[in-house]
Every structure is written in structure tokens, then in C-alpha cells.
């Protein structure tokens, strides 16, 4: 019911911005659709912690398990730390995107976004920034627990792990936000998604462990994580710039 009311709410500011809009105010309705997506977002994720706490724990459990399997009398390979890392954010960005929509789903509020008088790539925006929003709380807990348990000097470039942790994070989510919405009525969701999902995002992956992997060298690679982080980059323009372009057709029927 929260859910509903929150969604209706939304929906009324959309038309309360359209009848007060200009042609000349079309960026402002844009970000303000953007944050409203997200505001919505944000109070039902706070009111039921549900998507946060489920992913969190699927995420730690996945380093757990990698830890025993690698870690042997305190010492675990080289890279092992950048690989698991990555793989922990992806599975888990995987399961908040379909949570996520699922919520769009079940309440039908997806479909009144749609019909509402707002831009929809906003709508796209909206959505983008509530997965990053989630994959930046994950990753702020896992990144102490991988560099304790894995003994992995994440820490000696913070900047650059920053820049890299936020470039494919970003990549990974613009394009699981589009597969997500574009999946919400198929039967088989949670099938597709993935099988979808991850051979896009493999070079996002890639760039991130190479990258993170270079910086855990001894000393720090900045070179080669640089080298990886620009690659990475410019991975995020052009998936963002397609996904927003390609929003409005594939969620018209």
C-alpha cells in the first residue's frame, strides 16, 4: 500500500509540472522527474530495508565463501581480491535490479509512470540513480570486508579504486536499468536478465578487475589502473547515451 501511495503522489507532481511547464523549462522537468523517481524510491527502500538488507547479505555471503576457498594460512593469490570484489557487486547489483522492478510489477506503478506527463528517459534516470544509490551502500561494505579478509591493500589509491568502483558501477546499472524495465511483464524475468545482462556488461567487469587488480600490485600500477579507468569510461558514455535513447521506444507499446 505504501508502495501505491507513493507512487500516486508521484505520479500527481508529474501533471502538477506539466501544467506549469514551459517549452523553455524542459531541462528542469527533466531533473525534477529524475529526483522524484528517486525520492520515491528512496522512502520505500527506507520504510522495508528490504532490498538493501537482501542484497547486502548475498553479497557478504559470497565473499565469505570466496575468502574460505582462497585465503590459506593467511594469504590468498594476488588478484583474487579485485576478482571477487567485482564478481560480489555484480551479482548483487543483479538481484537489486530485479528486486527493484519487481516492486514496479507488482503495484502496477511502472505503467502509471509511463502514462504520466513527464519525459521518460527521466524516468530511466530516475530509476538509474536508486541502483546506484544501492550498489554504492554494497560496495561501501564490501570493500573493508575484502581488503580485511583478503589482507588487500584496497586502500593505498583511494581515489582511483573511488573513480573505478563509481565508472563500473555506473556502466553495469545503465545497463541492467534498461534490461530490467524492458523485462517487467516477461514471465521468464528472472531468467533473462542475467543471460542478458551479463555478456553486455562483461567489458564494464573486465575494465573494473584489471583496473583494481593494477592498483594491489606492489607498488600500485597507477599507469595501467588509469589506462583501465579511461577504457571504462567511455564504456559508460555510450551505454548511457544508448540506453537513453533507446528507453522511450522499448517501453512504448
Request: proline share 5%; with cysteine.
Amino acid at each position: 500500500m505504501a508502495h501505491e501511495a507513493t507512487a500516486s503522489r508521484l505520479v500527481f507532481h508529474m501533471s502538477a509540472m506539466e501544467r506549469g511547464g514551459s517549452a523553455g523549462r524542459n531541462d528542469l522537468m527533466f531533473l525534477r522527474t529524475a529526483l522524484l523517481v528517486l525520492k520515491k524510491d528512496f522512502a520505500i527502500e527506507v520504510k522495508t530495508l528490504e532490498i538493501l538488507v537482501t542484497t547486502l547479505f548475498f553479497a557478504v555471503s559470497c565473499v565469505l565463501v570466496f575468502s574460505f576457498a582462497f585465503v590459506k594460512e593467511g594469504q590468498a593469490p594476488p588478484d583474487a581480491a579485485a576478482g571477487i570484489l567485482w564478481i560480489a557487486i555484480a551479482f548483487s547489483g543483479t538481484l537489486a535490479l530485479g528486486r527493484t522492478f519487481e516492486r514496479e510489477r507488482y503495484a502496477e506503478t511502472l505503467r502509471a509512470l509511463l502514462l504520466a506527463p513527464a519525459p521518460r528517459p527521466a524516468l530511466y534516470v530516475g530509476k538509474l540513480l536508486g541502483i546506484l544509490v544501492l550498489l554504492a551502500l554494497d560496495a561501501l561494505i564490501l570493500v573493508p570486508l575484502i581488503a580485511l579478509l583478503f589482507t588487500a591493500p584496497l586502500f593505498a589509491r583511494r581515489l582511483l579504486l573511488l573513480l573505478l568502483l563509481a565508472g563500473g558501477t555506473v556502466g553495469f546499472a545503465a545497463v541492467g536499468t534498461l534490461f530490467a524495465a524492458m523485462l517487467i511483464r516477461s514471465r521468464t524475468r528472472d531468467v533473462l536478465l542475467p543471460i542478458l545482462l551479463y555478456p553486455i556488461t562483461v567489458p564494464v567487469i573486465i575494465c573494473g578487475v584489471r583496473g583494481t587488480a593494477a592498483l594491489l600490485e606492489s607498488p600500485p600500477d597507477e599507469t595501467t589502473a588509469i589506462m583501465w579507468l579511461g577504457i571504462l569510461f567511455a564504456l559508460d558514455v555510450v551505454f548511457l547515451t544508448l540506453a537513453l535513447w533507446t528507453f522511450e521506444p522499448l517501453m512504448t507499446e
